[in-house]
């Protein structure tokens, strides 16, 4: 299994962009920045920059698409991780930031297992997809929450309710390997 990584964000945190770019080897066609000028206050720029990011064209062999908002930090050895949980869990809609990777944390130690389903709170700030469901997720979220355009409801939530309207787990690692730094 394999998996190719996009972010996106505004360009008042191009800094974090870039460094994150670097870490991960990407080439600038793997990152959309949108210009302060251009963002209208009517516009939803998230959502049309994270479908923009997820509905590329998908390099052969690719099963994977992570897409990273313009303000995370990433784990040390972040890659290894991100294999591994795509080797456990290929077929499972994950968001990736639940707790801070960088605090202990008693709840994390006392779990069986790293993988947790979403519950209520949802952070779209690391969202893994298996590319077999982008389409279908973008054409669902557009069809039942035709407002998400115009910001009424976020894509990260929209993640969630296509995992459960489709009977496919959505779930979060515990404790996670972005930190959501805003």
């Known amino acids: 299994m394999k998996c190719d990584i996009k972010i996106y964000g ?96 008693e709840y994390a130690e006392n779990l069986k297992s790293p993988y947790v389903e979403v519950g209520q709170f949802v952070s779209g700030d690391a969202v893994l997809i298996p590319v077999k469901y982008i389409d279908d997720v973008f054409k669902w979220m557009e069809a039942t929450y035709p407002q998400i355009a115009i910001g009424n409801i976020h894509e990260d939530a929209a993640f969630k309710f296509y995992a459960l309207r489709h009977n496919i787990k959505c779930i979060t690692t515990v404790p996670s390997i972005v930190q959501h730094e805003d």
């Open 10 to 105: 505004i360009e008042e945190r191009s800094e974090n962009i870039l460094e994150n770019k670097k870490i991960l080897g990407l080439s600038d066609n793997d990152v959309f920045i949108a210009k302060k000028g251009r963002r209208t206050p009517k516009q939803k720029w998230p959502y049309t920059a994270c479908k923009k990011a997820f509905t590329q064209p998908v390099p052969e062999g690719v099963t994977h698409r992570l897409v990273l908002q313009d303000d995370v930090s990433l784990a040390p050895d972040f890659l290894k991780y991100l294999q591994l949980i795509i080797e456990a869990r290929p077929d499972d809609i994950i968001m990736m930031t639940a707790l801070d990777f960088r605090a202990k944390n």
